[in-house]
């Protein structure tokens, strides 16, 4: 890997060519960052697996690339993050693609109400970490045989507001008061623990696989446009409403950072997000992040808890 200056931003100009690469882009609705990715890798030669919870959306999202990449090499898979038998079969039906040069993590689900997923977790919890957490493992031979893996998580500045890790058991019965966004920031806190942890496990079995993380700041995709924040108060209040003020993104901007991560020239438990105020916008660079997501004890016991809850233990 070469050296990259934290202070250098990264832009489209900066996207390797893709020809030979395979990139698994979950979270693919026309319009949303997972889109824009698949589009741009599209754009630069790639093959391109689109992957979300309806073939229509995704047959969608294919014809939106092909209009503007005649001839894109494209392919969709059918999962529901949620449900891990989902997750299971999509696993399998993606080993007919062979090798898989990255794997984008782009999924997610934003302050929903409570709710319990057929496997018994939050759904917020099962959707943003526990699923990708399940589908990364059964993928991680095809990553493996790739030579040149990549694992890239999508976290959010939200993660700084988390006032605890999900390290609890999953299935526990849900607290009286749910905190829909207390528990969103928890799951964006696991995807940075998970990709450090994740990097950490990839070198010390010497696998040719890396994992990265990237954050949008605060783009305009219909995620955030469903997301409700009445009743918002304290740290969450001052994210969300200063964003809104003026500071607010396309949705194919917000992908850039996850681009960067991507297919950058980067060592592995890099995270990248805008360079902007407050990481809120602008063109991406290596960015930081809080004490908690760094706190090696919290990442090894969300993986404990993790292979547990999934009934997988990998690598």
Not at 259 to 278: N, V
């Amino acid at each position: 890997m070469t050296d990259l200056r934290t202070d250098l931003t990264w832009d489209l100009h900066d996207l390797p060519d893709q020809t030979g690469r395979r990139t698994l882009v979950t979270g693919c609705t026309v319009g949303g960052l997972g889109f824009h990715v698949a589009l741009e890798l599209a754009r630069r030669g790639g093959s391109v697996v689109l992957s979300g919870r309806t073939s229509s959306r995704l047959d969608e999202a294919v014809t939106a690339i092909e209009r503007e990449v005649p001839g894109a090499d494209t392919a969709t898979l059918v999962v529901d993050l949620a449900d891990l038998t989902s997750v299971r079969g999509a696993a399998t039906e993606a080993a007919a693609y062979g090798p898989i040069h990255c794997l984008v993590n782009n999924a997610g689900v934003m302050a929903t109400p409570p709710r319990r997923t057929v496997d018994g977790f939050d759904l917020q919890l099962a959707t943003n970490h526990l699923g990708p957490f399940l589908l990364t493992g059964l993928l991680l031979p095809q990553l493996v045989e790739s030579g040149d893996g990549r694992v890239m998580a999508v976290s959010s500045l939200m993660h700084r507001v988390a006032n605890a890790a999900p390290v609890d058991d999953p299935r526990a019965p849900a607290t009286r008061h749910y905190q829909r966004w207390q528990t969103y920031a928890r799951t964006k806190l696991a995807n940075l623990l998970f990709t450090f942890e994740l990097d950490r496990r990839l070198r010390h079995a010497d696998l040719p696989v890396v994992a990265t993380a990237a954050h949008p700041g605060y783009a305009g995709t219909h995620l955030v446009v469903n997301g409700q924040t009445g009743g918002l108060g304290g740290p969450v209040a001052s994210i969300v409403h200063g964003a809104n003020r003026a500071v607010s993104q396309s949705a194919a901007d917000g992908a850039l950072p996850l681009l960067m991560a991507a297919t950058a020239d980067i060592p592995g438990s890099t995270y990248c997000g805008p360079g902007g105020f407050r990481e809120l916008r602008g063109l991406p660079r290596l960015v930081g992040c809080s004490r908690r997501a760094r706190d090696e004890h919290l990442q090894a016991r969300l993986w404990e808890v993790s292979e547990q809850a999934v009934g997988l233990a990998w690598p």
